[in-house]
DNA sequence: CCTGAAAATAGAACCGC
DNA sequence: GCGGTTCTATTTTCAGG
């Protein structure tokens, strides 16, 4: 990890599909050279893959809301969270809440449904968001020499 | 917004830098077909973009935490939140605490500093993560007429 | 939405530092 | 190990139907 690794991820950060050789253009090397170190990073799991960034309110997906759950049986939650599409994130917390999930539904009505049958794993606060100024922000980069 | 849209989407959520010629072979469309269908998705803004999904323990950033913030002034709180490379993202809230943050930090010391900064902004509470159990899920594609 | 040709790109083999 | 050159296969783009 140098600063040529920092700067194709940054060039990867802001379209994941920009064709390899653009990137070299763009830094100054030969298309081989930055294809071998996309595949290297990709190997050694700095980069885990790409995703397409789709808007949710076009998908009909108008409501976000972030949920907390004091919960005791955390396996049985993040099952029911991995088979559950309306979970986008879900995430085990230190404190008296021990899990935080993120849910994005068509609407009140089925945000509510999805609390009901949440709400058998444990106690349950709910916070629906009203806007999001930043969201899917990128990953500052160091250069470290160990990765 | 039909079902080979769809398709299209679904499997752009997997690999978003699989080639248009793949997806084609994929559904059984000829490459012209599925490069103006991806063309038009973008345009219309379903497809706001594509990220590259980066290691953030492998990028040196092990902490993961949300904040709620109980702030009286959201447009500030907005402005420090984007220039802040920790804050990944940002929603605001109903309800009490009326904001929450999203960060990545080095070390719970990089955390508490930015804590100490963030309490400027109002009331804070913090909730530091343990594990994830799913982070970025793809979000799931209803077809409607409208879209 | 398909076909077909031209341009651009990706991947592999090989060379030199 | 790391990058450059060259060659080949694949992919993309753009014409026309």
Redesign the interface.
């Known amino acids: 990890m140098d600063q040529i690794d920092a700067k194709i991820?940054t060039l990867?950060?802001q379209?994941?599909?920009i064709s390899i050789s653009q990137i070299g253009r763009l830094i100054n090397m030969t298309q081989p050279a930055v294809g071998e170190r996309v595949r290297k990073l990709e190997d050694?799991?700095?980069?885990?893959?790409?995703?397409?960034?789709?808007?949710?309110e076009?998908?009909?997906?108008q409501i976000?809301a972030?949920i907390l759950i004091q919960t005791e049986n955390c396996g049985n939650l993040?099952e029911f969270?991995?088979q559950s599409?309306?979970?986008?994130?879900?995430?085990?917390?230190?404190?008296q809440?021990n899990f935080?999930i993120k849910v994005?539904t068509?609407s009140m009505q089925t945000l509510n449904s999805f609390l009901h049958t949440c709400s058998k794993y444990g106690f349950t606060t709910t916070?629906?968001?009203?806007?999001?100024?930043?969201?899917?922000?990128?990953?500052?980069?160091?250069i470290?020499e160990s990765?």
Not at 44 to 54: A, H, M, N
Not at 85 to 95: D, F, K, N, T, W
């Open positions: 991820i990867l950060q379209n994941a599909r050694r799991g700095i980069i885990k893959g790409y995703q397409v960034v789709l808007d949710p076009k998908l009909g997906k976000m972030y993040v969270c991995n599409p309306e979970v986008i994130e879900a995430h085990q917390l230190s404190g809440f935080i994005m068509e916070m629906t968001v009203l806007s999001s100024p930043t969201d899917t922000k990128a990953l500052p980069i160091e470290t990765n």
